[in-house]
């Protein structure tokens, strides 16, 4: 069945660093794939998504690309704020599974 | 609003006793969705409705768990004699029923079973 691999947390970083957080996936065919992030005291929410190889996601200055070869789907950011402190999940397809999530701290 | 409600936010209640958990979900959404987060577990999908139907249910963890929905649109998870092990936030969502097509989640209800 389908499973999602996902960096061990937690992740503290200081301001302006840049962000790798690494997820993997195990499934059939070519899988949706989603970051979705989940703020201190708020709901889940989609960060961002692709449906194809090859393909990037992008929103809040953060990227994602669907990478067939190496069935991954990491995200990265260039330059973190206080404001991106949260839990992140790595999931797939319409049915998600999801990753155990990255709790990440940034600290000013 | 126009986001994904759930009722109630908070639910403590005794272990044995039965709970209903409801998700009002965006309207036109045809797809709905629970999942359960708790710490243990991560999160783990329980199950998907396709309008009024349940074509997979495989992640409801027992036969004390059950759900419904009703006319396309409100869905209530319920759990029967309850355990504690139960406990946990149990997550809605819903979205339009096509690939590719992002998940819009509610705040959640935590259950907590004494």
């Known amino acids: 069945g389908d499973s999602v691999t996902q960096m061990e947390g937690p992740v503290t970083l200081s301001e302006e660093a840049f962000l790798t957080i690494n997820c993997t996936y195990t499934?059939?065919?070519?899988?949706?794939l989603f970051w979705y992030v989940q703020y201190p005291g708020e709901g889940l929410q989609l960060l961002l998504k692709?449906?194809?190889?090859?393909d990037k996601g992008s929103n809040k200055g953060f990227e994602a690309t669907y990478r067939k070869e190496t069935t991954s789907f990491h995200l990265e950011k260039g330059s973190v704020q206080v404001s991106d402190s949260a839990v992140y999940f790595c999931a797939l397809r319409k049915k998600l599974t999801f990753g155990t999530g990255t709790r990440l701290t940034i600290i000013p | 609003g126009a986001g994904v409600s759930q009722s109630p936010s908070n639910k403590v209640t005794e272990k044995g006793k039965d709970v209903e958990l409801r998700c009002d979900p965006i309207s036109g959404h045809t797809a709905l969705y629970w999942y359960r987060q708790s710490l243990g577990q991560g999160l783990e999908f329980l199950i998907y409705f396709q309008g009024n139907s349940a074509p997979d249910k495989s992640g409801l963890p027992s036969d004390r768990f059950s759900a419904e929905r009703t006319g396309g649109s409100v869905s209530t998870l319920t759990i029967q004699r309850t355990q504690q092990e139960d406990s946990a936030v149990y997550l809605c969502?819903?979205?339009?029923?096509?690939?590719?097509?992002?998940?819009?989640f509610g705040d959640g209800t935590r259950l907590s079973i004494l």
């Open positions: 499934a059939t065919g070519y899988p949706s």
């Open positions: 969502a819903s979205s339009f029923d096509r690939v590719g097509q992002p998940q819009h």
């Open positions: 692709a449906t194809k190889a090859d």
